[in-house]
């Protein structure tokens, strides 16, 4: 059974968040909502999100993808932690998926993942960023990083991503049980 990570910090974006857990659970993946800290977080649209763990928790577990939901001061919060920094650069060197919606790619590029490589943000991220081959699409994949636009994408995304994870079936199957 493949594994993904999702981490949340105080004022992620919830919709994203649960969107992406919701849909990789019923596509049958394991998904492990971690906080940056034990016990209910509060979202950006205050929101108490109670995470299935804390980061700490998990760091010594081998997951298949981890995944950064965006939102703000979330973001700022995932790239200001260094055992997200850590996480996210011993994931790429070990070629595991990576996904980032809305203002999280930017905690990507802080991780210097995004250099040379196509990837989409919510709009007026990473447009100073020269080195991110900017794309206005609401998935984008390039190789192991997949990055999605913001809320509104966010089914778009999760379904991007359990395609990637468990095959084209599965999303078909899961999508068609949505009535999108």
Avoid at 8 to 19: D, K, N, Q, Y
Avoid at 77 to 84: A, E, M
């Amino acid at each position: 059974m493949k594994s993904v990570l999702v981490l949340f910090a105080e004022g992620s974006e919830e919709l994203e968040a649960v969107t992406i857990v919701n849909i990789l659970r019923r596509a049958g993946v394991a998904v492990t909502l971690a906080g940056l800290h034990k016990g209910p977080l509060s979202g950006a649209r205050n929101i108490a999100i109670l995470p299935d763990a804390s980061i700490e928790e998990v760091l010594h577990r081998d997951f298949d993808m981890v995944v950064l939901p965006g939102g703000q001061p979330g973001t700022d919060h995932l790239k200001t932690d260094p055992r997200v920094m850590a996480l996210l650069k011993r994931m790429a060197q070990a070629g595991k998926l990576i996904g980032a919606i809305c203002a999280a790619p930017t905690v990507l590029a802080e991780a210097g993942l995004l250099s040379g490589r196509q990837a989409t943000c919510y709009p007026g991220y990473l447009k100073d960023d020269p080195t991110v081959n900017l794309k206005s699409s609401a998935v984008v994949e390039d190789g192991q990083i997949i990055t999605s636009r913001g809320p509104g994408t966010a089914m778009d995304f999760a379904l991007h991503l359990a395609e990637r994870l468990v095959g084209p079936e599965v999303r078909l199957r899961v999508e068609a049980s949505l009535v999108r």
